[in-house]
């Protein structure tokens, strides 16, 4: 409208609105879960690639500029979807972009007035088409293997970080044991000394033998007090 083309408004502004109303339909489900699948991602990208199209089919077809919006879609696949999504948006878009030249709604601004076949600025709008397809296959690639580099690189670092988190825990239950090793060394010891007291003392005097039956009673209590103690603690490091 800001340069006064003589552009087909009606059905320009019914693919804007289709846009539009997928993106909210869109934006309602994923407020509902998170969880989208590759296959769907691909799927909305080539359905973005058919509306860039019919866009430019009414808006001067391979002479119109936005044609190098096609590189968009290829990148973002290339970048989350890897390279055979990637191939796959680049095989559409270069499809879809040489239909262009055959059928297109016509653009005087945008067309030369010499616009013929064979003319220099047919040969030019033909550069252009393989020039995009050169740097979208060459996007795809790249971007494709820069990004499963990266997401190898998240991988490896994600599972140093689970090792060094399984050491750590390592660490925490061994330092664990041996405190709790040496607090029970103590009433063991004790237990010990007091059986074999018992023991004697059954066999010589069996009425003084309760004073050591009830010192043994409470070494075991204080036991089972540490062990428990050790099983909450443990517990509290595997949380």
């Not at 083309?5 to 019914?14: E, M, Q, R, V």
């Not at 239950?173 to 237990?191: D, K, N, S, V």
């Not at 003392?201 to 409470?218: G, V």
């Amino acid at each position: 409208l800001a340069l006064h083309l003589d552009l087909p408004i009606a059905p320009l502004t019914s693919l804007v609105a289709v846009t539009v109303v997928s993106n909210a339909l869109l934006a309602l489900r994923l407020r509902r879960t998170d969880d989208v699948s590759t296959r769907f991602i691909g799927f909305l990208l080539a359905a973005d690639i058919l509306v860039l199209s019919g866009l430019l089919y009414f808006s001067g077809g391979p002479s119109n500029p936005f044609s190098v919006m096609y590189l968009v879609h290829v990148t973002l696949a290339a970048l989350v979807l890897g390279v055979r999504w990637a191939g796959g948006m680049v095989a559409l878009s270069a499809i879809l972009y040489a239909a262009l030249f055959v059928w297109h709604v016509p653009v005087p601004e945008l067309s030369h007035v010499h616009h013929h076949a064979g003319s220099p600025f047919s040969v030019h709008l033909q550069g252009m088409w393989i020039a995009f397809s050169i740097a979208a296959s060459l996007i795809a690639y790249f971007v494709s293997r820069v990004a499963g580099a990266l997401r190898e690189r998240e991988a490896e670092l994600a599972r140093v970080t689970a090792i060094a988190a399984r050491s750590e825990k390592l660490a925490s239950l061994t330092t664990l044991a041996a405190g709790a090793a040496h607090e029970l060394g103590t009433p063991l010891a004790t237990i010990a000394v007091a059986s074999r007291e018992l023991e004697r003392t059954l066999r010589m005097q069996p009425e003084q033998a309760i004073e050591d039956a009830l010192l043994i009673r409470t070494e075991v209590e204080r036991c089972r007090g540490i062990i428990q103690r050790m099983s909450a603690q443990s517990g509290e490091t595997l949380g």
